[in-house]
């Protein structure tokens, strides 16, 4: 009778909140995915058909060579990509200076980058519309790269220096003793053993420039330019939408990112803990 009990409590408290938990996550996913693989004269049928019947890949096909996801997707992979690159090499080297070195006013710079977390980006669009536009990156990949680097930097940087705080020094102090530089020891060195904080942050990162909206909308007219979230807001017509294309196109986009992270998971989690305690 216990063990009954037992088996009815761990079901109320863990499997039951776990199975709505996941219910709401994955059917609208769900949803989408079926609404993809029909045909545009069956999504608004009534009564509704909860599966497909019968599968039609058409959708896919339209949105990758009709719509222009194909351009939409190397752009965002362009643009995700370089911004990886560029936030990454920057908040390395900015928390390694905030991990191994003491300077006048450090704590006072931390909380300021901290602080820039507490500023909605929606009020950081039309200075930095003006910024750009005055510096000619308007209508420029460059002008989404640039904006994406400097609002995941603070963040990053901090978060950096939480993973570096936790490689011990005396395996650079040996590789100095043995003759490398300051940077050969970074590299050589402290780089390998940040994997996975690397990887977290490259993750986080890619996910913010991939599917990042606002700024895409408002720096980047042509259409040719696109990125994927604002390619998707451009098949929403004033009279017309096209239902399977547009769910085609949302799977497309959610592609890279669940990808990304059933590859990274083991990784990710483990940076996520290097960085959250301090050794």
């Known amino acids: 009778m216990?063990?009954?009990?037992?088996?009815?409590?761990?079901?109320l408290t863990?499997?039951?909140?776990?199975?709505?938990?996941?219910?709401?996550?994955?059917?609208?996913?769900y949803w989408t995915l079926a609404t993809a693989l029909k045909r545009e004269g069956d999504i608004l049928k009534r009564?509704?058909?909860?599966?497909?019947?019968?599968?039609?890949?058409?959708?896919?096909?339209?949105?990758?060579?009709?719509?222009?996801?194909?351009?939409?997707?190397?752009?965002?992979?362009?643009?995700?990509?370089?911004?990886v690159v560029f936030v990454l090499v920057i908040s390395i080297f900015t928390g390694y200076a905030l991990s191994r070195f003491s300077f006048r006013g450090k704590s006072g710079f931390m909380l300021l980058l901290l602080c820039t977390q507490?500023?909605?980006?929606?009020?950081?669009?039309?200075?930095?519309?003006?910024?750009?536009?005055?510096?000619?990156?308007?209508?420029?990949?460059?002008?989404?790269?640039?904006?994406?680097t400097t609002?995941?930097?603070?963040?990053?940087?901090?978060?950096?220096?939480?993973?570096?705080?936790?490689?011990?020094?005396?395996?650079?102090e040996a590789a100095m003793v043995d003759g490398c530089?300051?940077?050969?020891?970074?590299?050589?060195?402290?780089?390998?053993?940040?994997?996975?904080?690397?990887?977290?942050?490259?993750?986080?990162?890619?996910?913010?420039a991939w599917n990042e909206f606002l700024f895409g909308l408002m720096f980047i007219s042509k259409h040719t330019m696109f990125t994927i979230p604002v390619g998707l807001n451009s098949m929403l017509g004033e009279y017309n939408i096209n239902y399977g294309a547009l769910a085609a196109g949302s799977m497309i986009a959610l592609l890279p990112a669940v990808l990304l992270f059933m590859y990274i998971q083991k990784f990710l989690v483990q940076g996520i803990g290097d960085g959250a305690v301090k050794g």
Do not use: C
């Not at 909860?50 to 990758?64: D, G, I, M, R, V």
């Not at 990053?156 to 650079?172: A, T, Y």
């Not at 402290?190 to 490259?202: F, K, R, S």
């Open 2 to 11: 216990l063990h009954i009990k037992r088996r009815a409590d761990r079901f």
């Open 14 to 29: 863990l499997y039951a909140p776990l199975t709505l938990f996941m219910a709401f996550i994955l059917l609208p996913l």
């Open 47 to 83: 009564p509704l058909a909860y599966w497909p019947s019968p599968l039609t890949f058409e959708n896919f096909a339209f949105a990758w060579k009709n719509v222009g996801f194909s351009t939409y997707f190397q752009n965002s992979m362009l643009v995700a990509g370089v911004t």
């Open 118 to 148: 507490f500023v909605p980006a929606a009020m950081l669009l039309i200075p930095l519309f003006i910024m750009l536009k005055n510096a000619g990156l308007i209508g420029n990949y460059f002008s989404l790269i640039l904006t994406y």
């Open 151 to 172: 609002l995941q930097l603070p963040f990053n940087s901090i978060l950096m220096s939480s993973f570096i705080s936790n490689v011990p020094e005396q395996l650079e």
């Open 181 to 208: 530089t300051r940077f050969q020891s970074v590299l050589y060195v402290v780089l390998p053993v940040l994997v996975p904080g690397i990887v977290a942050t490259a993750s986080f990162t890619f996910i913010y």
